[in-house]
């Protein structure tokens, strides 16, 4: 029962972690959902530490970005935002460096539980990275294939081609006026 539990939040958390920019970040929202505190405080807590939070940990979307994704994502966070806050993105070291300055007992929980789906996270990329090479290499031996295939279906196409024309004209010969004496 436990180790359902522990299942679904990960599943739960993994759907919060996006790619942007070539990273997998979560956002100050469902962070912030996470850690059960308002995404006002915790973005106070940042603002006052932010020597601890690089550019590699955390960076601000673009409202292009944040425009894209706001279609897409629906959360009650997301609709007590104003329009033109644009939140913050955090990667998984960023995530991590949240830990230190959030402080709760509920934080740190939700910490390891992010930190565990981000590794999740990881393992099914390079499974998926895996899998597509290998439907790559598939794809190229099938078309190898079909290629040969390809040669062969056009040989007897042309073969008959041929037979159709001959016996159209064949036939075209037989149904010709014919010249000469009748029987």
Do not use: C
Request: charged share 30%; no cysteine.
């Amino acid at each position: 029962m436990q180790f359902e539990i522990i299942i679904m939040e990960l599943t739960f958390i993994q759907k919060k972690i996006y790619d942007i920019r070539g990273q997998r970040v979560m956002l100050d929202f469902d962070l912030s959902e996470l850690y059960q505190v308002e995404t006002k405080r915790l973005n106070q807590h940042v603002k006052r530490n932010i020597y601890r939070f690089p550019e590699e940990f955390m960076f601000r979307l673009t409202k292009m970005e944040w425009d894209g994704m706001r279609s897409q994502i629906v959360t009650s966070s997301q609709k007590k935002r104003k329009l033109n806050d644009i939140p913050y993105a955090f990667t998984e070291h960023g995530v991590t460096m949240l830990a230190s300055i959030l402080r709760s007992a509920i934080a740190i929980k939700m910490n390891i539980a992010v930190v565990k789906a981000f590794i999740a996270y990881k393992k099914i990329v390079l499974h998926n990275h895996d899998l597509a090479e290998k439907l790559e290499q598939l794809r190229q031996e099938m078309y190898g294939q079909l290629g040969e295939h390809d040669i062969h279906l056009n040989q007897i196409y042309d073969v008959i081609e041929n037979i159709l024309d001959e016996k159209i004209n064949h036939q075209t010969w037989n149904d010709r006026d014919r010249i000469g004496f009748k029987q």
